[in-house]
Structures are given as C-alpha cells and as structure tokens.
C-alpha cells in the first residue's frame, strides 16, 4: 500500500535557525522576508504570465540510455547503435526507440530535447543536481543521505512560495512526491536519496510523500492485474517523531471511516502536545477531506486506470494527474527501482526491453493523452527525464554504464508546441553540438513555467540573500 508521509526531518538546531527566519522574518535592508518575497514575486509577474499551473516531473532514476529511447544512431557501428531499431513517428527529424510504440503515436505533443549534459557522472550527484538545478557537496558514489546543507528542489521553492503567499490554510499542499522518497525501494530503504526535499530552505518546506515498502506486490515481475488494496493509496501523518498510520487499521474499513479516525488521532495528539507548524501542516494536509478524495484512486473508472497500467508507475502517474486537478502545483514522480529493475542497466538490455521500457511507454503515453483530453495539458508542463544517460559504447555484457555528458528529456505541455527535437548531438550519441541544456538551465526553465522570477533570492541558513538558479537561463526557444 501506498501512504503519505510528512517528509525527512532536519535537526533540532537547522530547524530552530530556519523556523524562526521563516516564521518572523528577519530584517533585511529594512524588509522583512515575506515582504521581499511578496516584493520580487511582484516585480516577477507584472511583464508576463505563467505558461503553466502546474508540473508533473517525471524522474526515470537511473539513467535511461539515449541510444534506447529518443535519440537512436542507426548509421552508428554496432557497438554503439545497440540492438533496438528506430520507429515512424509523429515528430520530424525523432528517432525514437522501437519498444516505445505507443510514445512515438503522441509524439506530435512532445519536445524531445536531445542535448541535456552535465559532469556529474553519479547517481546521487546527478539526482540532486537535476531537481535542484545546484552542482552541490554530494560525493562521488556516496550521497546516501539528504542533508540540511542540500539545495532545495523546485519543488520546494514552489511549496515556500505558497506558503508565503497563502499561509498554511491551504487544503492541498503546493509539493508532492509519489510513489516514494527517492531511493525508498534501493535496498529496503538504505540509500535514501538527495535532491526532493528543501534542504537548507527548512523542512516545513519539504513535500508531502507517499511511501510503499514493498518492492514487489506480486508474485508477477511486471506488477500487472495488481488488486486495489495493493496499489490503494492511504494516509501517514508525523507526529512529533511518531508516525500515525492508517496502514494498521482494519483493511476492511472504507477510507471515509479512516480518515475520520486518523483526524480523532491528530486532533488529540495536538491537544495534548502542541506541534510545531511543520508536524501541524503535514497533519493537517493529509487529514483535509480534499487530501482524501485526490488520493482515492478507486474513484477512477476501471478503464482509465487500466489505460495507465495496473503496475506502481502507471498509477503513480495516474495519481500526478489526480493531484494536479486537486490542486497540487509540482508533483515529482519517482521511477526508481519499480518492480525490483533499475534504469541503472551496466549488465544487459533484457530489463529495459522487458519491463522498464513498456511500462514507461504506457504510462507515459496515457498521461499526456489524458491530460489533453481533459484539457489539462496547455496548463501543465510534464517533464520526463534521468539524472544522466548511458555510454555511446557498449560493454561486454550489453550494458551501458554512467554518461551524463549527454542525455534526453521529453516535455510535454505547458504551452510548449509539440512535435519537435530541440538541440542536436554528435553521430554516436555522445557529445552535444547545439543547444546546450544543463541543469542549471532545467531549473531556471521550470521556474518560468511557473511564473517564479529565476533571479529570485532567498534567505539561506547563514541569513544571507542566495540566487535560486546561478549560471542557468529560461530555454525560452521551447515555447518559441
């Protein structure tokens, strides 16, 4: 089962620094905080208005190779073309990957950039890198754990932007991850993963996310024709350290009759102990009435949901789109390690071909075409992408291993045209020749999605004002 949880919790010292910075503002050049972030987010939306509402972003942690899905070498040598062949499509000068059929029929909503580089060729440097837009402290082969010193994710802005705006009367929170904090499945939960949450920003800004503890629901690898109890998503709140869990309450109550139980829960454990506005706002959000219908996903006809795919990511993606009509502004979706495989493919392309691949291609395919014909998808930007992609060069067991020098990202919505490649790489799928999209420049692009200035600052935990996005721009010419 699926439950939510308030987020990972900083120490007692960052959040007593950071609460009171947030919680009172301090005085800076005569401004308190909320004044200058009501200031510059003024002078961010007078000369424009935000592309989307919205973004579904889609983290396919890993590493998908490029020379598998949007950007295939044909003419290449063996070694580097590898073993898949390109299909028609609806989007001139796309090679996209034979095992992608239903993505190359929508293909004709999608901006395919082909050029996204980096030169942290790691899991967890990558994975912070792309949500935050920040190259940070996160060592080499380590960053097992998020950190207060970390970058705090877009996503985290948009929620400290909400809350300075509307406060924490709000009955959806702005930042949601689902179907689990990155690295949740990697090893029962032993490399949790930088890069969601708000880091030094402080933890009241941290999202909102659902969590599952098995790695496999079935007995059948691929995760089809799971039940509803398996995939239902359900409610898990923070209470001072203590989680209040709907998960060991009888399965056979109705979700009403939970929810009605877990308020009884928070009301009293408020009035006995007092929280703190963090633990007060994760509790109160997973306990609002509109909170429990947005997670309800059985109240979705038996053949949308079949349309995503009855496995963990298509009904996570199900779920992004559920919380985006609720009100939800960033919803990250994690693809990591879902059904015991890992985009992570040094040993062979049997797992990419077999179950990551169709699984992607039908979720993914049915989220962009149910957000259009819900008329969703001009106001939501849907980004799908890894932290970094795979070497033009095979190995010797017909893996790939770790390239960020070049990757792909498909984008959808948000008032970007579709059917069109943006950059251009080299003929082994290596290296970029135009175009080039960092992820400094992937930040910088979601916040003008958003209608979030990128020059924004913030307070950081020292007190002093600190750019969100150094080094990065808008890629406007994806709307152009």
Same mark, same amino acid.
């Given at each position: 089962m699926l439950s939510i949880t308030g987020g990972w919790r900083r120490t007692c010292e960052g959040v007593t620094r950071r609460t009171l910075l947030q919680?009172?503002? #301090?005085?800076?050049?005569?401004? #308190? $905080?909320?004044?200058?972030?009501?200031?510059?987010? @003024?002078? +961010?939306? #007078?000369?424009?208005?935000?592309?989307?509402?919205?973004?579904i972003f889609l983290l396919l942690f890993g590493g998908p190779s490029q020379l598998e899905t949007f950007d295939l070498k044909p003419e290449a040598p063996e070694a580097i073309r590898g073993p898949?062949? !390109?299909? +028609?499509? %609806?989007?001139?000068?796309?090679?996209?990957?034979?095992?992608?059929?239903?993505? +190359? =029929?929508?293909?004709?909503?999608?901006?395919?950039? %082909?050029?996204?580089?980096?030169s942290f060729n790691d899991h967890s440097g990558g994975g912070h890198y792309v949500q935050t837009g920040r190259r940070w402290h996160v060592p080499i082969?380590?960053?097992?754990?998020?950190?207060?010193?970390?970058? !705090?994710?877009?996503? #985290?802005?948009?929620?400290?932007?909400?809350? =300075?705006?509307?406060?924490?009367?709000?009955?959806? !929170?702005?930042?949601?991850?689902?179907? *689990?904090? @990155?690295?949740?499945?990697? &090893?029962?939960?032993?490399? !949790?993963?930088?890069? &969601?949450?708000?880091?030094?920003?402080?933890?009241?800004? *941290?999202?909102?996310?659902?969590?599952?503890?098995?790695? /496999?629901?079935?007995?059948?690898?691929?995760? %089809?024709?799971? /039940?509803?109890?398996?995939?239902?998503?359900?409610? &898990?709140?923070?209470? =001072?350290?203590?989680?209040?869990?709907?998960?060991?309450?009888?399965?056979?109550? /109705?979700?009403?009759?939970?929810?009605?139980?877990?308020?009884r829960q928070v009301e009293a454990a408020t009035a006995e102990s007092g929280y703190g506005s963090f633990q007060q706002r994760a509790l109160g959000l997973v306990t609002s009435p509109r909170t429990r219908e947005a997670l309800d996903i059985r109240r979705e006809a038996a053949p949308v949901r079949d349309r995503y795919g009855r496995h963990l990511f298509g009904q996570s993606c199900l779920m992004a789109r559920r919380l985006v009509q609720a009100g939800v502004q960033f919803v990250t979706v994690h693809y990591d390690c879902v059904d015991g495989y890992s985009w992570d493919s040094h040993q062979h392309s049997h797992d990419v071909k077999k179950s990551l691949l169709p699984t992607f291609d039908q979720a993914y395919s049915a989220l962009i075409s149910d957000l /259009? &014909?819900?008329?969703? $998808?001009?106001?939501t930007l849907v980004v799908a992408l890894g932290e970094m992609g795979r070497t033009p060069r095979a190995n010797a067991n017909w893996g790939r291993d770790h390239w960020s020098t070049l990757f792909s990202a498909a984008l959808a919505g948000g008032g970007i045209p579709g059917g069109r490649v943006y950059g251009k790489s080299d003929k082994d799928a290596a290296y970029p020749l135009e175009k080039v999209v960092g992820p400094e420049d992937l930040a910088a692009t979601l916040y003008h999605a958003l209608g979030v200035d990128p020059e924004l600052r913030v307070l950081n935990a020292e *007190?002093?004002?600190?750019? @969100?996005?150094?080094?990065?721009?808008?890629? @406007?010419?994806?709307? +152009?």
């Open positions: 919680a009172g503002g #301090s005085g800076l050049m005569g401004l #308190s $905080l909320p004044s200058l972030w009501q200031a510059q987010a @003024l002078g +961010a939306s #007078s000369d424009r208005a935000a592309p989307a509402k919205s973004v898949f062949k !390109p299909i +028609a499509c %609806r989007t001139p000068d796309l090679l996209i990957g034979e095992h992608l059929p239903l993505t +190359a =029929q929508i293909s004709d909503r999608l901006c395919v950039v %082909r050029t996204m580089s980096h082969g380590g960053g097992f754990k998020p950190t207060p010193k970390d970058w !705090p994710s877009v996503g #985290s802005v948009i929620e400290h932007q909400a809350q =300075q705006q509307h406060g924490l009367a709000r009955s959806m !929170p702005a930042y949601m991850v689902v179907p *689990n904090s @990155l690295g949740r499945l990697q &090893e029962a939960g032993q490399y !949790p993963r930088p890069g &969601e949450h708000a880091g030094w920003l402080g933890q009241r800004y *941290n999202p909102v996310t659902t969590k599952i503890d098995k790695r /496999s629901l079935t007995d059948n690898p691929y995760w %089809r024709d799971c /039940s509803d109890e398996e995939l239902t998503f359900q409610i &898990e709140g923070l209470a =001072q350290g203590n989680e209040l869990t709907l998960d060991r309450l009888d399965r056979r109550v /109705s979700l009403l009759q939970q929810f009605d139980t877990q308020r /259009s &014909e819900r008329g969703l $998808l001009e106001e *007190n002093r004002p600190t750019h @969100l996005v150094e080094g990065g721009s808008p890629v @406007l010419g994806l709307w +152009a």
